[in-house]
């Protein structure tokens, strides 16, 4: 058990280019969410996942954005025509079918829009 | 959703216990009170949660009060590895998940050697 990895930690983008990060949960964990965080403010749910499923998604998911986890397994998280606004930290947790109560929280992939 | 409300910022001496209040007092009878903790350039890490009794793990200790509209988590020896930003959330019991829980904005631990 590796915990929650996010690839990339840092990205830095010019303003208009599209940016996709990956997610990878702990294994067997069937759910998984996005959440972004600006400075100063705790995370912000953006959208949720049961295994395959994109079950709910927050108004803050522009059409801009969208996420994907294929197999169940990993997901992604792509935004497309990238604006200032979109800076932040975009953060990816995971919890089991067994015990939902805790979720477990990658590092996190810090988004830089120039 | 329900809300809590923390203290922007506290501080607490090395060694010494803290006390770290929240308030809820829209809590539902079925929301589980929840406490994780944010490390600079970290995720956030589960710290402890409760229903309507006090809970102890290794972390920390939890008292809730009787009308479940506050809450405190207790660290009992600060260490420098405490400070951090505490969040309080709300989550809904049952299968209930994280996509409706609030972070807030949390309160900012300094712990002064």
């Known amino acids: 058990d590796t915990g929650v990895s996010q690839d990339p930690r840092h990205k830095i983008t010019k303003r208009g280019q599209n940016v996709t990060f990956r997610c990878d949960p702990i294994?067997?964990?069937?759910?998984l969410y996005w959440y972004r965080q600006t400075l100063g403010q705790g995370p912000e749910f953006l959208t949720y996942?049961?295994?395959?499923?994109?079950?709910?998604k927050s108004r803050l998911l522009s059409d801009r954005f969208s996420a994907e986890r294929p197999k169940g397994s990993f997901s992604t998280l792509e935004i497309q025509r990238t604006e200032q606004g979109d800076s932040a930290m975009y953060l990816c947790?995971?919890?089991?079918?067994?015990?939902?109560?805790?979720?477990?929280f990658g590092q996190g992939t810090r988004l830089t829009v120039v | 959703d329900a809300k809590t409300t923390q203290p922007n910022s506290m501080e607490s001496n090395e060694e010494e216990p803290v006390h770290l209040p929240c308030n809820h007092s829209?809590?539902?009878?079925?929301?589980?009170i929840h406490w994780y903790r944010q490390l600079p350039s970290q995720g956030p890490e589960y710290v402890i949660h409760?229903?309507?009794s006090n809970v102890n793990n290794r972390m920390a200790s939890l008292a809730i009060a009787e009308d479940r509209k506050s809450s405190t988590l207790i660290l009992h020896r600060a260490t420098l590895r405490d400070a951090a930003v505490y969040y309080c959330?709300?989550?809904?019991?049952?299968?209930?998940?994280?996509?409706?829980?609030?972070f807030g904005t949390g309160t900012k631990l300094q712990v002064i050697p």
């Open positions: 947790a995971s919890s089991s079918p067994v015990r939902h109560t805790e979720a477990f």
């Open positions: 294994s067997e964990h069937n759910r």
């Open positions: 996942f049961q295994n395959e499923a994109q079950l709910e």
């Open positions: 829209t809590i539902s009878g079925t929301d589980y």
């Open positions: 409760g229903l309507t």
């Open positions: 959330i709300l989550r809904a019991s049952g299968s209930g998940g994280y996509q409706k829980v609030t």
